[in-house]
């Protein structure tokens, strides 16, 4: 199986994946990708009112094939 690199961009720190993982087919990306939203949000979130956290998966070319990303949006609600 071809390996797969999940890129993670929290605000403005990007942290580059150097191991990679294994996915059979574009769904298995999806899977992987979405997957692992909610546990790296749940180590930085709620850090504020607003946060994103995203996952740019890149193929062992180096050309990034999806993308999924996880957005915090909080605050009252004006009367």
């Known amino acids: 199986m071809p390996l797969y690199y999940f890129d993670v961009l929290d605000g403005e720190r990007f942290i580059r994946d150097e191991t990679g993982h294994e996915c059979a087919d574009v769904a298995a990306i999806r899977r992987a990708a979405i997957e692992s939203l909610p546990g790296m949000a749940s180590d930085v979130m709620p850090d504020g009112d607003r946060h994103?956290?995203?996952?740019?998966?890149?193929?062992?070319?180096?050309?990034?094939?999806?993308?999924?990303?996880?957005?915090?949006?909080?605050?009252?609600?004006d009367r």
């Open 52 to 77: 994103s956290i995203a996952v740019k998966v890149r193929d062992g070319d180096g050309v990034y094939v999806y993308e999924a990303a996880l957005t915090l949006n909080a605050g009252p609600v």
